[in-house]
């Protein structure tokens, strides 16, 4: 199924996040959700460049910048200094369309 970003803000009225995301995209569909818990925990799940990638905005919302420069370096991306409400939003559309569901 391919998922629109207007499909993913849709599915945040749901109890659980769709089944066929990603576990990056669950982790970003839990914090849209205020559960920085079940996101991270989500995270565990993706050890990969895209988990990184929200693992290290997790962790800049947490207030801990240098796990966060960490989790930047394994997703091989900068440091992020936009809102987080920006970063959530470009992760989240970046990631739906390279996972081609979006």
């Given amino acids: 199924m391919k998922m629109t970003l207007e499909d993913f803000y849709q599915s945040l009225s749901a109890n659980e996040p769709p089944a066929e995301i990603t576990p990056a995209l669950a982790g970003l569909w ?3 959700k205020g559960d920085w818990d079940r996101a991270h925990n989500c995270l565990q799940q993706a050890k990969n460049v895209d988990g990184s990638w929200v693992h290290a905005y997790l962790h800049r ?4 910048r240098e796990n966060a420069a960490g989790w930047y370096s394994r997703a091989e991306k900068s440091f992020c200094n936009e809102s987080l409400e920006h970063e959530w939003l470009a992760i989240t559309r ?3 369309t390279n996972s081609g569901q979006g």
């Fill in 30 to 32: 839990w914090d849209a």
């Fill in 61 to 64: 919302k947490e207030g801990d």
């Fill in 94 to 96: 970046e990631l739906l």
